[in-house]
């Protein structure tokens, strides 16, 4: 078994609400020279076989991750 | 009497408001097994119910959309069926491919649950009653992730939020049809405005789109 690291978030330039919140929380509580906060997701993953980064890609395109709005990266822990 | 197969994915909750208001309106609603490989025999039309499938885990609708029964539902689309999906049943039609874009957050980071004006932005869909274009329906609304995220000029908007539009879908989108028309998704919950004692008679315009 190997360990794979799977990071999804939200694509550039879509809407991040969650992230919008965190930050004017942040601002509120005092951190100045914030810029953008964005928040995704760790996928841990434990993959036997060969390949178990291209099977986690695989994963990604098939369910993990969605296109449309989401990026991911995928790497071996 | 139309058959009517609704489907039921584990942490669906609207089954039985859906299956009401299609009974109500002569159709025979039978229950579709998300397990099940094929729809219910006989199956004319589908509806996907509000609810919460898989617990809204990894996103809304994902972990359901690639369920055996959707499979089905993919295969009676594409042979011209009508489907109608319904807050969580449209971001499963979203997440399955049968319609573009995704539903995401509302933009308030809110559940928002209220009576919605909505406008019709397409007549000529079987999913507003052939009420005209700019004519607007009283539909509520109740979600956390509703707002509409995708390219408009690939959808075929059939509502729109009339007026403020809390969630912050893309151009105030609140249900899209695919090209041909048999495909429907929509946030807001027709079958919960489909008795006077509710305050509005207008869901049964969109759940209508079954029937006929």
């Known amino acids: ?77 | 009497m139309t058959r009517v197969a609704i489907v039921r994915f584990p942490g669906s909750l609207d089954h039985d408001s859906a299956a009401r208001a299609v009974a109500g309106m002569g159709g025979t609603a039978v229950e579709a097994w998300h397990g099940e490989p094929e729809l219910p025999a006989g199956t004319e039309a589908v509806l996907i119910p509000g609810g919460f499938s898989y617990g809204d885990h990894l996103r809304c609708g994902a972990i359901a959309s690639r369920s055996p029964v959707m499979g089905a539902v993919g295969r009676h689309a594409a042979a011209g069926g009508r489907v109608l999906g319904i807050c969580n049943g449209f971001q499963v039609l979203c997440e399955a491919g049968l319609l573009p874009g995704a539903l995401r957050r509302n933009a308030t980071l809110s559940f928002v649950c209220r009576q919605m004006d909505l406008e019709v932005a397409d007549a000529d869909t079987p999913w507003t009653g052939g009420r005209p274009r700019g004519a607007v329906l009283s539909i509520p609304v109740k979600n956390n992730e509703g707002a509409w995220y995708g390219d408009p000029a690939s959808a075929r908007p059939v509502l729109r939020y009339h007026g403020e539009d809390p969630l912050g879908s893309v151009d105030h989108i609140a249900g899209i049809a695919n090209e041909a028309g048999n495909v429907m998704g929509l946030m807001p919950h027709p079958e919960e405005a489909c008795d006077a004692l509710l305050g509005s008679m207008d869901g049964e315009l969109v759940i209508g789109g079954l029937l006929r």
Do not use: H, W
């Open chain 1, 1 to 77: 078994m190997s360990q794979v690291v799977v990071t999804v978030m939200p694509r550039k330039g879509v809407l991040d609400p969650q992230g919008q919140a965190v930050r004017g929380a942040l601002t509120q509580l005092g951190f100045d020279g914030l810029g953008e906060v964005r928040i995704g997701k760790r996928i841990e993953l434990d993959i036997a076989g060969d390949d178990p980064v291209g099977t986690a890609r695989d994963m990604c395109e098939r369910l993990l991750a969605n296109a449309l709005i989401e990026d991911y990266t995928v790497e071996p822990a």
